[in-house]
């Protein structure tokens, strides 16, 4: 308790608000930039923070790590272009619904949304972090291969309709998961020569292509030239949604903080996978799941408030355990050792102080960046007004900018030109483009874990049906493939009596 008090005051010290305000502004404009990840935006203002008090440094990094993963959402709601992975699957109804002239409505969704997640991910941090840290050691590789297949599965969710082209693409997106280095022996694969590629595919230029430029190409040849062709905004009404609206997603954004929280635990998953499953989730439990992907508010709220709620999450088995929950909390952990803080029990007794500001800026950083959100969201969603002219070329400009500012490589840049041009087809030709991108956050995630495991049951697959949460989570797939079909049959047998 005392600790929390001293954590109090130094939060709501003036040089804490000051850093919390830079924070949270930087890392919206970070988030909304196609190609500038959170880890990106964390990583780059540690050399900011050597000349700091650790505590105040701490803030800082949390308010950027908070707002960026929100910051994302803005630009995947209002252009299809996912400033960060984290918001690639807001984009399926987000985008729709801003093309219906509801951007506003979509960006107070998931406004609300993120500040629901964050805050909870936050409280679960602060109250529960030492208990589920330790549930976190428990999975094991097998665990972590039907965790893959569970977001894997939420392909059919977004690709409902069709489902053979969802395959299609899933599968691409699987074998172009497998280029790089093998890193069981050693042996490049798929690489073509180029050095650049033994690393693997970049994701975000992956993504930046076939949902930016993908999007910016098919604006430059659109008959919608001038600002007056565009679909009328919502600029003067209410940014946050009514009370009825809130209460009919009330659910979906309590299981999709949970399910946040629990994803972000576990080392590895990340923003994207927490999203995408809570956006499966809420399809699976909605009553009219041919809403999804065609603009329906829930499928904004579910994927926001899960990739929030990963936020405090991440940090649980970072904190406590010097496990980084993620590519961020990895980041994090450098920032923790520069300033003499290893992580571990004593974060939370001997410099409980420290570690304790650190939570409660969280808290407070969610609210600031949705106070922030909640007076320019009318004048952001003006952006949808520009000619598509002008809009088509800049989108194109700022994802090559973004892409290279990733690794300073044109290679990079390259990719996300093939990509666009890949993804402008798939468009045409009605190949969603979802489920390549989830295929190419979960391949590698499968493959590691599936090889492991063979190697540490030598070839005995047994081994996948011998431990608890391995069957707890076979249960949660054959779950997630069963409802569909039950439903389908329940709303027969209804038409029928």
């Known amino acids: 308790m005392e600790a929390l008090l001293v954590a109090a ?18 890392g919206l404009f970070v988030g909304a930039l196609p190609g500038l990840s959170s ?13 700091m008090d650790p505590a105040i440094a701490l803030v800082l990094l949390g308010a950027i790590y908070c707002s960026s993963v929100f910051g994302g959402s803005i630009t995947a709601i209002l252009l299809r272009t996912p400033g960060t992975d984290a918001s690639i699957a807001t984009t399926f109804d987000g985008y729709p619904m801003a093309q219906r002239g509801e951007g506003t409505k979509a960006i107070g969704m998931a406004l609300v949304a993120s500040l629901v997640g964050g805050v909870f991910s936050a409280l679960v941090l602060l109250f529960v ?3 589920l840290s330790r549930l976190a050691l428990l999975f094991g590789p097998q665990e972590y291969v039907f965790l893959a297949i569970f977001g894997m599965v939420s392909i059919i969710g977004v690709a409902s ?3 053979l082209k969802g395959f299609v693409t899933a599968a691409l997106g699987l074998l172009l998961a497998t280029i790089g280095l093998d890193l069981f022996t050693g042996y490049p694969r798929l690489t073509l020569g180029q050095d650049e590629l033994l690393d693997g595919l970049p994701l975000l230029p992956a993504l930046i292509g076939i949902f930016s430029v993908s999007q910016a190409l098919s604006l430059c040849i659109s008959n919608e030239g001038a600002a007056a062709d565009k679909p ?3 600029v003067k009404g209410k940014v946050l949604p009514e009370w009825a609206v809130l209460r009919r997603v009330a659910r979906t ?4 903080s949970v399910i946040g929280s629990i994803i972000g635990i576990l080392p590895g998953a990340g923003t994207s996978v927490a999203a995408f499953i809570s956006y499966n989730e809420a399809r699976r439990h ?12 829930e499928g904004v709220a ?4 899960a990739n929030n709620a990963v936020t405090g999450g991440s940090l649980v088995p970072t904190l406590t355990l010097g496990i980084p929950g993620n590519a961020v909390t990895a980041v994090f952990v450098g920032g923790l050792t520069i300033h003499g803080l290893i992580p571990g029990p004593k974060l939370f007794t001997q410099y409980a102080d420290v570690t304790y500001t650190l939570i409660l800026s969280l808290i407070l950083a969610n609210i600031l960046f949705a106070l922030v959100g909640l007076v320019s969201a009318p004048w952001i969603s003006r952006v949808i007004r520009v000619p598509n002219a002008v809009l088509g070329p800049a989108i194109i400009v700022f994802s090559v900018v973004g892409s290279y500012a990733l690794r300073n490589s044109l290679f990079d840049v390259w990719l996300v030109l093939g990509f666009g041009v890949v993804g402008f087809f798939m468009e045409r030709w009605r190949f969603p483009g979802a489920p390549l991108v989830i295929a190419l956050v979960l391949g590698p995630i499968l493959e590691t874990n599936f090889r492991r495991s063979m190697q540490i049951s030598g070839g005995d697959w047994t081994t996948f049906f011998t431990r608890p949460f391995s069957l707890l989570l076979i249960a949660l797939i054959v779950v997630s493939l069963c409802y569909p079909l039950i439903s389908r049959w329940r709303g027969g047998k209804r038409l029928l009596g």
């Open 286 to 297: 909605s009553a009219h799941p041919e809403r999804f992907g065609k603009g329906e508010i």
């Open 232 to 234: 009328m905004l919502d």
């Open 129 to 131: 972090a030492p208990p």
């Open 39 to 51: 880890t990106m935006g964390v990583a780059l203002c540690i050399p900011i923070t050597f000349g």
């Open 161 to 163: 309709g069709q489902a």
């Open 253 to 256: 954004l309590l299981r999709s």
């Open 302 to 305: 579910a994927p926001e408030a």
């Open 9 to 26: 005051s130094n939060v709501f010290s003036p040089e804490a608000l000051l850093v919390l305000v830079i924070g949270t502004v930087v």
